[in-house]
Structures are given as C-alpha cells and as structure tokens.
C-alpha cells in the first residue's frame, strides 16, 4: 500500500497481532462458552468450568423450550417483531417519500419534528407510555367492558413501530432525496398517479436502504426489552423472548438450573447471529449511516 | 386543478398516519414526562393532585438519587474514556498497518453490538460467577491460588457494570472509526514519513485531527448513549436495589407507583444528559481540517 507498512519492525506488527488476537479472544470466548454450556449436565457447573461438555445434553433445550415456556416468547417475538417491522415499513415508507420529495406546507415544521424525535430516548417516555395505557384500559374496562390496550402483542408492536419512527424516516429520506426527480417526472407523463409512482418506481430503487431499515430494526426490536418489561407486566400475561429470559435468569438464581439458563440465552441469540453471519457485510457498512443509534 | 387536489390528498394519505403514531406514542409521552413531573398521582387511581416544584424539592435531598447520579457520571465518564482510547487505538492500528485477517477482526469485534442487554447480563452471569466462574478461573489460574472475588456484591458491582459496558461497546466504535480513517489519503502519511514522522506523531498530527469532526459527534452520542445503556445493563445485570443509576431510580420510583416523582427524576437526568453533551460539544470544539 505504502512505504510506513513495508518498513513495520516484525516486532511491532507481532505486538499488534497479540493486542487484536486478545481482543477477539475476550469478545468470542464468553459467547462460545455459553454455546457449549448450553449442552451441559447441571452436575458439570460445579466442577472447572473450561471442561468441555461430557456429551450433548439436548434436554436443556427440551427444558428451556417447554418447561421455562421459551418456545411460546419465541412465537410471542416472532409475532411482535414481524408486525412492527410490517406497521413500521407501511407507514415510514409513504411518509419519507413525501417528506424528502414534495414541497407542501407544514413540511419543514414535521421534518423538524421528526428529526427532534432523535433525540426522544423511549426510556424517558416509557413510563408515560405505560400510563397512557393504563388509563385507557380503565376507560375501556367502563365502557366496553374489557381492557385490553396493555398486555397486548399487538399494542407492543404499535408502540415499537412509533418509537422507531424518527430514525426510520431519518435515513430514508436521506436516501430519497439522492434520486433524481426524472423518474417521477417520466412516470407522470406515461399517466401514472402519485400512489403507483411510488410504489412502482421509487420503492423498488430504495431496496437497499430499506434492507439496511429492516436489518437495524429487527435487531432493535427482536433485542428489545424495557418497553417489552413495562408494558407486558402481567404475571400470567404473554412475554417477549428477552423478558422471558430476563424472569429466567432471576429464577435461576435460587433454583441453579444453569443448564436452562444457557440453552435459553442461546435461543435469543441464535437467530441474531444467524442473522449477523448472513449479512454482516451489509451491516458494518451499513452502520455509518446509522451512527446515530445505539 | 384536479391534479393539485389529488396530490395534496396523497400527500395527506402518505404523512398522516406517521404523524400520527409519532405524536401519540413520541411527542405526547414527552410532553407528559415534563407535565407530570409537577404533579402527585396515586398508584391506584389516576387522580392528580399538582403540588408545583415539590417533587424536585424532595428529589434533591433524596440519598439515594444523589448516589444513583454519582453512579451514572462515574459510568459516563470511565466507560467513554476506556472505550474511546482502546476503539481509536484499535481503528488507528488496523487501517494504517497491513494485517491479515482485517475482515475477520472486523466481524469478531462488532458481535456484541447485536446482542441483547439480557443477554449480554446472561453471559456475564457467567463470566462473574464467583465459583467456578470464567473470570475467578483465569485470575486464580494467574494468582496461583484460589480466587474468590464476589463481582456483583456492592463493592465490586459499579467495576462489574463497567466491563460490561465496555466489552458491548469497543466493536462498534472501532468499527465506526475504521471507516472515517480510511477514508484520509495515504498520500498524507507517506509525505509524513518522509519527513521522518513516526507512527505514533502521524496518528495525533494526521488522524485525529482529520477525523476530529466525526469523534466528536460519536462523543456527544456515546455520552447520552451510555446514560440510557447503564439502564438497561443495571437493570439487567444488578440485584434490586443493590446499585442505581439515574434512569433506573426513575424506574423503581415507577414500580413503587410514584410516578410523578418518578417523572421529575426523568427531567432531571434528560436536562443533565443535555447539558452534559452541550458542555462536551464546547469544549471540544476545533478549528476544522480539510482533507
């Protein structure tokens, strides 16, 4: 590349080896270890724990999926988070467009609005959130007869989709504001009306940025937990996969089921990396568009 | 004339239902954080009762917020130092050397960024577990004997957090780093070379000041970043009430069904994070280099 890197001592570039191999080390070891914990027998954490596992012991996730009813907060977050992503992809779309393409009054003041919403943490406004709820359930309960706003996956999924909106709308209108306005203009002559337009013709050309939108948000929202914690509380009431686990891991402290417990934080991390493995090119990149989140 | 009609109802279809939703769950809660921080609501009925600034009164002599704020700077400040130096140090030796591997150092450092809180709390359950644990192993391994340091009893939980939180971190900046130094010209250092500048005088004379505009920006993010994260590693990772940072006291001040206390501590620490990066953006404010 350059002359500094053909003049590197051996013993620096060795150095540096050391300090990135121990770096990887340190972040790649703890998550192997609880990928072969989770194929542990219970009697096996009592003994060194840099064993390797005596055989594949399945039942921990028999028993995670079933008995610590993980498999049903896998259904719960499968459902929650392909709604949000849907509700969220349905409604930021349109809105995005518009806000970077069309000149109309009120633009400025939402755009301005939207982009304040960045800096709108939902772990501020949860607990309003959760109260808003709340009294509507009261009001529902006197006049229908039956509440049913919190401990509702749907509910969920609506309060996640909003929440994620600013960001959303901040970078897809950063991208549709890069397309050239012939497109449309083409489109309008051939007699083609706003809706098809941009469905036809825009939508299709924004693909990338909108695989970079769902990649993010499903992170966001498959991983998510406050919201999922306050606004689904009910003791007997349906759960999300990490507040499942979160409940797992508080009872485990006093009933030591170490083997459920890692077979259950597999099960929350396996489909994100999964995920991480099949696109992680597309994600790093992608990241220096989202450096606003975190 | 048809056609202006026609496209300010599409406009309206389009911008309406997002508006929508991001007033009712986004601006609404907002406001409300504000208003009823000025207010006392019982926990079973919703009624209630303004008593003006009595909340903060109260607020500013409570014990116990005090050191959960004094837990949250103490976080905000180590974790952002720690994670600063050893992303830039990483990304500065990663783009200027010629190493073998880069992409799989890449992929390995930003995991756990995509991980859950709850389950980064899972895997550190392990890490700190005090026998048999992965951390008491290798340090009696190293010791020679045995080690038995408690990770999360009251004395060791704030360092604890602060691992964690750094462990989570470190990929992703790094990562972020990595793109903006690329993108200065090489030309630069080799004439740096030339003129006999070594590594370490081309990274804080070229490098730094070249990607100056972009630290700062991640550092006014990371610091409000890292008062939401200490939330949600505290609320994962600590035992009740063993260890507070701000937004987790707003939160066990929600739980105890005093809300409108709860809220005034949600003001209190938003006006803190926004002070706080406001006074960072100052003071790190430089003349700006062109590439």
Known sequence: MNKTVKKSEPLFKAFIYVALITLAVLIIVPVAWVFLASVKQNSEFYGNPWALPAGFYWQNFVNAWNAASMGSYMVNSVIVTALSLALLLVVALPAAYCLSRFQFTGRKLLNTCFMAGLFINVNYIVVPIFLMLKDGDAFLKTTLGSAMLLNNLFVLAV?????????????????????PHDFEE???????????????IIFPMAQP???????FNFLSFWNEYIISMTLMASATGQRTLPVGLLNLMQAQQSSAEYGILYAGLVLVMLPTLILYICVQK???????????KG | MRRSKERSRFIFLCVAPATILFFIFMVLPTLNVFRMSLFERGAYSPTETFVGLNNFKVLFQDAKFISAMQNTILLIVVVTIVTFFFALLFAGILTREKLKGQNFFRVIFYIPNILSVVVIAGIFSAVYKPENGMLNSVLSFFAGREVMILWKDQQMVMISIIIAMVWQAIGYYMVMYMASMAAVPADLYESASLDGAGRTAQFFQITLPLIWTNIRTTLTFFIISTINMAFLFVKAMVAKGMADVGLSFMYSQKDAGLYGYAMAAGVVIFLFSFLLSAMVNRVTRRDVLEM
């Open chain 1, 186 to 200: 083409a489109a309008y002559i051939d007699g083609a009306g706003y809706g098809a337009t941009m469905v036809r």
């Open chain 1, 159 to 179: 309060v996640y989709a909003s929440t994620a909106l600013p960001f959303t709308i901040y970078l897809l209108s950063g991208y549709f504001a890069t397309l």
């Open chain 1, 209 to 215: 940025s909108i695989i970079t939108i769902i990649l």
């Open chain 1, 282 to 292: 597309k994600l790093t990149q992608g990241m220096t568009v989202g450096g606003l």
